[in-house]
């Protein structure tokens, strides 16, 4: 008789379980089949009809084990052995609970408890919805949060080796951080940007604070002209231009040129307009000469003696045939140091061919530059101020001596 009971009520615990009521309504009622949902438990919306607590307990109660339903297994990682459900291992659990209450303190924003996962993950992305540097890297935050504990738990389950909380949100710091340094855009960084990026130790750039620095035009060495030159392409290629200034041992202008270049690349100019320039010189009777231009490149073409751009050889055949009774120094000099040449390389651009040995036929901002550089007073150049490590960008000048020995190599 006994067998026979326990059968016949074994018959019927399916339909016990699933017609179970989880919330009435005035027409219509919910129950434990509308809540199960391929294989598992619906819990956002569980959570939504009676709440957190109730659904742990429903959860928990609810005999599915006979019903061909899987039973949640226990939490062994935290404190009171809760079901181990979704929101419970990524949310509400006690290590869960204790890794977001962290981030919410060190980002300093409210962290509400007793949301199901995915609610949270909202009113998160809800908080970091505006576009900015700290707004895009913390709207990642929830992903990796929820990544991390999902790893904890399987760590725990199949190593047996649990993390700490410290430890968690350790690994959140880095990938925030590795994140952070694949960033190309950077945004303008607030005061309060500035605290949270720092308590997430982020390196970063605050390219609305900048740092001067003083670049000064020097007077070169007793016996020597100074040739400072510069190319202006509109494109690249483009229509371009170069032009350059010439000035003694006292600053005082001894010429300046223009040479339009048709259409070409920004190498092609710089070149060009070097090569305008020595002509320009031995023209004028000069051969020592000092040359600075902004172009790294061009220098370092000609400190070498070696140009790598084969489609122009033709004109550094021509420039090294040009020094070739001619001593010099080639440095380098950044642009705000070679703000003379600013206007000789635009006229050039702008198909003008000229050249100038009367300093009152310049134009009016020109000579000012020149009564500047003449003087010693510096140029400025702004630098974004750096954090973390990231020291401002340094530019180190190249200087080397050229000799009538330039053919030789």
């Given amino acids: 008789m006994l067998p026979a009971l326990r059968k016949s009520i074994m018959n019927v615990l399916p339909d016990m379980a699933e017609n179970v009521i989880v919330k009435r309504f005035r027409a219509f009622s919910i129950t434990i089949k509308d809540v199960w949902v391929d294989g598992s438990w619906d819990e956002n919306y569980l959570v939504e009809l009676v709440g957190l607590d109730k659904t742990e307990e429903i959860m928990n109660s609810v005999v599915v084990g006979k019903l061909g339903i899987p039973l949640a297994s226990r939490c062994n990682f935290c404190t009171y052995g809760h079901t181990e459900s979704l929101n419970h291992v990524l949310c509400n659990g006690s290590i869960a609970i204790k890794v ?73 710091k880095v990938w925030i951080r590795k994140i952070s340094s694949l960033m190309v855009k950077q945004w303008p960084i607030s005061a309060r940007d500035e605290v949270i990026l720092r308590a997430l130790e982020v390196p970063y750039i605050d390219r609305a604070r900048v740092i001067p620095k003083l670049v000064y035009w020097r007077k070169p060495a007793e016996g020597w002209i100074k040739l400072n030159v510069d190319g202006c392409c509109r494109g690249n290629p483009g229509s371009c231009g170069g032009g350059g200034v010439i000035r003694d041992v006292r600053g005082i202008f001894k010429g300046d040129f223009s040479s339009s270049f048709g259409h070409g690349t920004n190498n092609e100019v710089e070149l060009r307009a070097l090569l305008a320039g020595i002509s320009l010189c031995k023209e004028l009777g000069f051969n020592q000469i000092n040359i600075e231009n902004d172009s790294t490149l061009i220098v370092s073409w000609l400190s070498s003696r070696k140009c790598t751009a084969w489609y122009l050889w033709d004109y550094w055949v021509d420039l090294l045939i040009l020094l070739i009774d001619v001593h010099f120094t080639i440095n380098h000099q950044l642009r705000e140091g070679n703000s003379a040449t600013d206007f000789p390389a635009r006229r050039g651009e702008e198909d003008n061919n000229n050249t ?53 190599k």
């Avoid at 996962?117 to 919805?129: E, G, I, N, R």
């Avoid at 009016?364 to 140029?379: F, M, N, S, T, W």
């Avoid at 750096?386 to 030789?408: A, E, T, W």
């Fill in 100 to 172: 977001w209450k962290t981030a919410a303190i060190t980002l300093g924003i409210t962290h509400v408890y007793g949301l199901s996962w995915w609610s949270t993950v909202m009113q998160w992305l809800d908080v970091f919805k505006k576009l900015s540097h700290r707004g895009v890297l913390l709207s990642l935050i929830p992903s990796i949060i929820t990544w991390h504990l999902w790893m904890r738990r399987c760590k725990a389950r199949m190593e047996n080796s649990a993390e700490s909380v410290a430890n968690v949100w350790l690994v959140v």
């Fill in 356 to 408: 100038s040995l009367d300093f009152n036929s310049l134009p009016r901002k020109l000579k000012g530059i020149l009564r500047l550089d003449k003087a010693g007073l510096p140029q400025f150049r702004w630098y974004p101020a750096c954090y973390h490590g990231f020291p401002p960008p340094q530019v180190r000048p190249i200087n080397k001596i050229g000799r009538k020995s330039l053919m030789d």
